[in-house]
């Protein structure tokens, strides 16, 4: 039934008669009941707000990127947004952040039709997989040259290696376009997640070469807070140990760098 429902060409000639003969005694019963049936199948929540290639409108357009096919999908999504949501948003802002979400989101979606022009189609396509791309596009180019750790492991051995974001950009557009020539059947919109991917990627570029450069002062910051309190515990060992000689210059240090915590200046003062 998925099957005729969503063939562009047989319902068009089936809705023009071409299928069931007009003049067949049970024409009009027919016509009554697909009438029903078409109401019944156009107020499912997927078909209603999915985005069907063939049969866009500005609602779906945007509404399908908020539906999924079941827990599991949403979930994984989730899991990316709030990895790389929450770096991007610390960048552009509340509104930016949500602006730039929805318009990845449409990008994604005009890959479909761009790209996959002869194929159109009447199956609802959801999920939020394209935006999501949309924002790892946008993150490997806002935080491009700052090294992030990278996993590998060959064989039993693993490790981490550090390496520029923008690495990343070039190496999820080709895990997609290898994924979309293999897996040829997949009911996956791998054209969505490159359209997020480089929709994202080249609203970030636009904005970071026109605009204004992304402020990263916070990541400094967040760098140094961790490097001055790992200094501060390293005196405060050496200070129990009574190695003062040793505690003196790093708190030295952690002075000079503007930290006036009580328990630097007591330390600091309190060196024989």
Avoid at 20 to 43: G, H, K, M
Avoid at 154 to 176: H, M, T
Wanted: proline share 3%; glycine share 10%; hydrophobic share 45%.
């Amino acid at each position: 039934m998925l099957g005729i429902q969503t063939d562009v060409e047989f319902l068009q000639r089936l809705r023009q008669g071409s299928v069931i003969d007009p003049q067949d005694d049970n024409y009009s019963a027919w016509v009554e009941t697909r009438a029903q049936f078409d109401s019944l199948y156009e107020a499912i929540t997927y078909v209603q707000y999915g985005l069907r290639t063939a049969h866009p409108t500005w609602l779906t357009l945007f509404s399908h990127m908020f539906l999924h096919a079941g827990f599991l999908h949403l979930i994984g999504n989730m899991i990316f947004l709030l990895a790389l949501g929450i770096l991007v948003e610390a960048v552009m802002g509340r509104g930016g952040f949500l602006l730039l979400y929805l318009l990845t989101g449409v990008g994604s979606a005009a890959f479909d039709f761009l790209f996959n022009a002869n194929s159109l189609s009447l199956i609802p396509g959801i999920g939020a997989s394209g935006t999501i791309s949309g924002l790892m596009g946008m993150y490997a180019v806002i935080y491009g040259l700052r090294k992030i750790h990278f996993f590998y492991s060959i064989g039993i051995y693993f490790d981490y290696v550090a390496l520029p974001a923008i690495v990343l950009l070039p190496l999820w557009i080709g895990n997609e376009l290898f994924q979309l020539l293999i897996y040829t059947e997949s009911h996956i919109n791998y054209l969505a997640h490159l359209g997020g991917l480089i929709s994202g990627a080249g609203v970030a570029a636009i904005l970071k070469t026109t605009i204004a450069p992304f402020d990263l002062g916070f990541l400094d910051n967040e760098e140094k807070e961790r490097a001055s309190e790992s200094r501060l515990l390293s005196a405060r060992n050496y200070f129990q140990d009574m190695e003062y000689r040793k505690a003196l210059p790093i708190l030295r240090r952690l002075f000079q760098e503007g930290n006036r915590e009580r328990e630097v200046i007591y330390l600091y003062t309190a060196v024989p």
